[in-house]
């Protein structure tokens, strides 16, 4: 499993979203990479940089929606929540220690629905309403 950003697929036209998708893509790529690995403090620190960015990238993100009135805010920002929850969820799992091989499998899942149905989708509609 490896992603490859390319404009027709993920792009949103606003150059500061795309880059920190870029960014997001590269740490599902790691990810994804090491997903064999039994180096545990490697994956932790991996799942720990996606949330911290995921966190930031949703302020930028939300904040830009919100300047130009984007009429499905609301929503799009539900979608926002529940992926933090998400990502608690599987922190959580991983503290537990008993299977970090099916967690990173859960977890890369999810993470790859999420660049196909929130990015791919919700994102680029964001996009559009600001190019419209
Ligand atoms: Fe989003």
């Known amino acids: 499993m490896h992603f490859d950003w390319d404009p027709d697929t993920f792009a949103t036209g606003i150059t500061a979203m795309d880059d920190e998708h870029k960014v997001l893509v590269g740490l599902i790529n790691a990810l994804a990479k090491n997903r064999g690995t039994e180096n545990r403090d490697l994956l932790e620190s991996i799942l720990k940089t996606l949330e911290t960015y995921v966190k930031n990238h949703f302020v930028h993100e939300e904040r830009i929606m919100r300047r ?65």
Not at 94 to 105: D, G, H, R, W
Not at 117 to 129: L, S, T, W
């Open 68 to 132: 130009m009135n984007y009429d499905k805010f609301q929503a799009h920002v539900a979608q926002h929540q529940s992926f933090i929850r998400m990502l608690k969820q599987i922190e959580s799992e991983f503290q537990k220690q008993t299977n970090t091989k099916a967690v990173i499998e859960t977890t890369l899942s999810f993470l790859k629905e999420w660049l196909s149905q929130h990015i791919m989708v919700q994102d680029k509609a964001y996009g559009r309403f600001l190019v419209e």
